[in-house]
């Protein structure tokens, strides 16, 4: 009789026992479940922001790069070497804005495509105005002195200033941009397409780089980039 309750004793144990090791784990997830959740999140798209064409990347002549301009759906933005803004540029109708990191409107660059005046924040004022002269450009002050002049050269352009003396010439050589002082010394340098005409714009030194760049960006831009 002993022998008996032992036997089914034994019998209970070993029943329970295979059906603790049959039943899966509570709280794990069924396979199905964790594939249909990993291709879901995989399938997430991703917040990118709107860019518009390449940037236009000028370096130095140690080849680092100093200041980029990435174009937008409704402008552009200019960033230094180390990706940080410094000025925004947005098309307002035929207008170009120019502001800084903080919003703060630094300037207007109006008119085209022979004539652009630069416009203080209120445009109640005319700063600097850059008119087509020959095959080449004029850049004046407020009071109509010269400031600088460029002429096309040889597929490049030489900027002049107010003494007549160069003091930057753009050379184009095979698919490379660059600035160079009288000595010959690169100063910046693209690989990306730009006209000299455009590029030379950098070279109006007494300029704050944000207008410079605002100026450049406006002869790049064909007439038609202005959205209202």
């Given at each position: ?92 109708g035929g207008e170009l804005k120019v502001s800084g990191p903080d919003d703060a ?77 009288p000595s010959g010394k690169t100063l910046l340098a693209t690989k990306q397409p ?35």
């Amino acid at each position: 009789m002993k022998l008996r309750v032992l036997f089914l004793v034994g019998l209970g144990l070993s029943g329970a026992l295979a059906c603790s090791q049959g039943a899966p784990a509570s709280g794990a997830p069924p396979t199905q479940a964790m594939s249909a959740t990993a291709a879901a999140s995989a399938a997430e798209p991703h917040a990118e922001p709107k860019e518009a064409g390449a940037k236009l990347k000028f370096k130095d002549g140690d080849d680092r790069e100093r200041f980029s301009l990435k174009p937008k759906d409704d402008g552009a933005k200019l960033v230094d070497g180390e990706d940080q803004e410094l000025a925004r540029y947005k098309w307002k109708g035929g207008e170009l804005k120019v502001s800084g990191p903080d919003d703060a409107v630094l300037a207007y660059v109006t008119g085209g495509p022979d004539a652009f005046q630069v416009k203080d924040a209120a445009r109640s004022a005319v700063r600097y105005t850059l008119t087509r002269e020959g095959a080449g450009w004029k850049l004046t002050d407020a009071q109509g002195a010269v400031l600088y002049t460029v002429a096309s050269d040889g597929g490049g352009a030489s900027v002049k200033g107010a003494s007549g003396a160069e003091e930057i010439h753009v050379k184009v050589r095979d698919g490379k941009l660059s600035l160079r002082d009288p000595s010959g010394k690169t100063l910046l340098a693209t690989k990306q397409p730009v006209s000299p005409d455009a590029a030379a714009c950098l070279g109006f030194s007494s300029l704050d780089l944000p207008v410079r760049m605002a100026l450049l960006f406006r002869l790049q831009s064909p007439a038609g980039a202005a959205s209202p």
